[in-house]
């Protein structure tokens, strides 16, 4: 069975390594810059966040981020953001929240170079590397952001350590994802035995539908024009669009996306 599950494991650890880096190759040139879904607050209070003029075409994708980093006061701290996409939101929350340095790692090389050549920050750097074996020492960092990222990982617990190991005492891990229904348990159990304390959570799924609706024409666009056809019903899950399998789930209830902020409690 454990072998079995293994196996599983790394073909879909394969599938992941092959997809990024296909999929910025096909992006890139409409620069691109947000892989991860988009939010919405029903009452309307995220209309409200100012973004620079170049920033508000991404505004719902910004609008995530902004849930996600703004649960803490990020002024001054050294930042690492895991499985960082095409770097907007580690840019974004560079130029905003104003840290003393932000670290963004992806496993996507492709994605990585595409990052230092587009976003030109004197305290934002990229690099290559594993969310399941980051390349720093112990107590790196006194913030790490993970968006939209975990459920392509192998072993979920074995990062949740990891997260830990690289976090300063008294330091934050600011986080979002969804699972689908079967996969539940398994995450409640993990984020329960993992060494980080919740400071809040939250379901954040109904905000990140409405997000999905007001980026679905854009992302729809996108999938039809860098997406060869047999792989638009992949692109149209992918992209959360209305009527894609992603979509019906997060509407039906089959899958849920939830926000954390945990701490890492001193020794």
């Not at 975990?150 to 979002?176: M, T």
């Amino acid at each position: 069975m454990l072998d079995r599950l293994f196996a599983i494991d790394q073909v879909r650890e394969t599938i992941w390594r092959l997809w990024y880096p296909y999929l910025t190759k096909r992006l890139q040139e409409k620069d691109v810059l947000f892989l991860n879904y988009a939010f919405e607050e029903l009452d309307d209070a995220t209309a409200k966040l100012q973004l620079e003029p170049e920033d508000e075409a991404n505004r719902f994708c910004i609008q995530l981020y902004h849930h996600v980093a703004s649960q803490v006061d990020l002024a001054g701290q050294r930042i690492l953001e895991v499985s960082c996409g095409h770097g907007g939101g580690a840019s974004w929350v560079t130029r905003t929240f104003q840290p003393e340095r932000t670290t963004a790692l992806d496993l996507n090389p492709k994605g990585v170079a595409f990052c230092q050549e587009r976003h030109s920050l004197e305290n934002l750097n990229f690099l290559q590397g594993n969310a399941q074996a980051l390349p720093f020492s112990d107590e790196s960092f006194s913030a790490i952001i993970n968006v939209e990222a975990s459920h392509c990982y192998p072993d979920f617990p074995g990062f949740l350590a990891e997260v830990h190991r690289v976090l300063q005492p008294g330091g934050h891990f600011l986080y979002a994802d969804f699972r689908f229904r079967e996969g539940f348990s398994d995450w409640e159990r993990d984020i329960s035995n993992c060494a980080l304390s919740i400071v809040k959570s939250r379901d954040i799924s109904q905000e990140v539908l409405r997000g999905m609706n007001q980026n679905a024409s854009k992302s729809l666009q996108l999938v039809e024009t860098c997406l060869p056809s047999f792989l638009h019903s992949l692109g149209r899950d992918f992209a959360g669009v209305p009527n894609s399998k992603v979509y019906d789930a997060l509407q039906s209830g089959e899958l849920s996306y939830r926000s954390w902020c945990f701490r890492k409690d001193p020794a």
